[in-house]
């Protein structure tokens, strides 16, 4: 089993910056990607961004140039930089992982808890 712990969630003014951390721990032998998906109150959940083994990322038009996704493959962890935050920001952020474990090789989807980012105008 494989448990996704979310840091870094809260409260912050237009234009301010969070950092979003993701932490998976248990039986990993190797997590394929990682990333980050928000879901506003009457929407449907999307990706924010992902990023692959190799350094490849991925980003929702919508945040292009204002966020930034990391990770760090010794620390299965992944980051969320958050720059320039906007009001339409604000939504339950989830992290999201493709993880081969020690049985077949198959990779399995795994989700963190969510963290709240609210951004006031």
């Known amino acids: 089993q494989v448990q996704l712990v979310e840091y870094g969630g809260g409260l912050v003014q237009t234009g301010g910056s969070l950092r979003l951390s993701c932490a998976a721990s248990?039986?990993?032998?190797?997590?394929?990607?990682m990333g980050w998906y928000r879901q506003a109150p009457g929407n449907q959940r999307e990706l924010v961004a992902n990023?692959?083994?190799?350094?490849?990322?991925n980003y929702a038009d919508s945040v292009k140039g204002r966020f930034t996704i990391s990770r760090d493959n010794a620390k299965n962890t992944a980051y969320l930089q958050m720059n320039s935050l906007k009001p339409e920001d604000t939504a339950v952020y989830y992290c999201?992982?493709?993880?081969?474990?020690?049985?077949?090789?198959?990779?399995?989807?795994?989700w963190g808890q969510g963290t709240q980012v609210t951004v006031s105008s």
């Open positions: 999201n992982a493709h993880v081969l474990g020690a049985g077949p090789p198959i990779p399995r989807e795994y």
């Open positions: 248990g039986s990993i032998f190797s997590i394929n990607a």
């Open positions: 990023i692959f083994s190799g350094g490849n990322t």
